[in-house]
Nanobody, 114 residues
Framework: QVQLVESGGGLVQAGGSLRLSCVASGSIFSINAMGWYRQAPGKERELVAVILDGGTTNYGDSVKGRFTISRDNAKNTVYLQMSSLNADDTGVYYC????????WGQGTQVTVSS
C-alpha cells in the first residue's frame, strides 16, 4: 500500500504564491509518474501538472507559465510551485502517484482571494 501526504495549501491573495508538497511512503518500488490535480466547486477534477520518471513534465493549459512541478526521487516527494495565483486557481489540490496503479492523496485546499 502507498500513502500520500500533502501539505502547503492555504489562503493567499491574488497574485501571490504557494508551494505544495506531497510525500509518498509505503510499498514503493518505482514511481512512474507524480502529479497534481485539482477540483473546484461544481467542476470536474482536472490535471494541473505531471512529471514522469525521466523528468518530462506536462501542464494544464490554464497553469502553463505560472506553475512549476518538480520531484525529489530520493525523498519520494513531488512539489508544485504556484505563482501569479488568481481566483480560478481556487480548489482542492490532489496529489497523484502512478506505481503500477494510481494512488491519490486526501487533498489540500487552496483558496485565492481577489
Amino acid at each position: 500500500q502507498v500513502q500520500l501526504v500533502e501539505s502547503g495549501g492555504g489562503l493567499v491573495q491574488a497574485g501571490g504564491s504557494l508551494r505544495l508538497s506531497c510525500v509518498a511512503s509505503g510499498s514503493i518500488f518505482s514511481i512512474n509518474a507524480m502529479g497534481w490535480y485539482r477540483q473546484a466547486p461544481g467542476k470536474e477534477r482536472e490535471l494541473v501538472a505531471v512529471i514522469l520518471d525521466g523528468g518530462t513534465t506536462n501542464y494544464g493549459d490554464s497553469v502553463k507559465g505560472r506553475f512549476t512541478i518538480s520531484r525529489d526521487n530520493a525523498k519520494n516527494t513531488v512539489y508544485l510551485q504556484m505563482s501569479s495565483l488568481n481566483a480560478d486557481d481556487t480548489g482542492v489540490y490532489y496529489c497523484n502517484v502512478l506505481i503500477r496503479t494510481h494512488y491519490w492523496g486526501q487533498g489540500t485546499q487552496v483558496t485565492v482571494s481577489s
